[in-house]
């Protein structure tokens, strides 16, 4: 069974750059046709879908975050990582990876998530 896991830094200044990585353990991030997405909670909010890397290895982010968000893969360790430029306090969220089987799915695989917090 697939797992991801989420890693990077708890806490992170306003107007650097957050990166996160999710290691895929129990099956390929090239594998026809998974979609690996990012996906945050800010607080006392819903979930905001971050943007996705594809089997692939395309890319599509939210039109509201696109102008800030990266999103790439390490094929050769198993893992897709996120950078969101720019920050502020507002991003502060918990952050998920995910993995949905088609471009339309919602995502039925998901990491426990991990708390990023934007602070000076």
């Known amino acids: 069974q697939v797992q991801l896991q989420e890693s990077g830094p708890g806490l992170v200044k306003p107007s650097q750059t957050l990166s996160l990585t999710c290691t895929v353990s129990?099956?390929?991030?090239?594998?026809?046709?998974?979609?690996w997405s990012w996906i945050r909670q800010p607080p006392g909010k819903g979930l905001e879908w971050i943007g996705y890397i594809a089997y692939s290895g395309s890319t599509y982010y939210s039109p509201s975050l696109k102008s800030r968000t990266s999103i790439s893969r390490d094929t050769s360790k198993n893992q897709f990582t996120l950078q969101l430029s720019s920050v502020t306090p507002e991003d502060t969220a918990v952050y998920y990876c995910?993995?949905?089987?088609?471009?339309?799915?919602?995502?039925?695989?998901w990491g426990q998530g991990t708390q990023v917090t934007v602070s000076s």
């Open positions: 995910a993995r949905a089987n088609t471009r339309a799915a919602s995502p039925g695989y």
């Open positions: 129990g099956g390929s991030i090239t594998t026809n046709y998974y979609y």
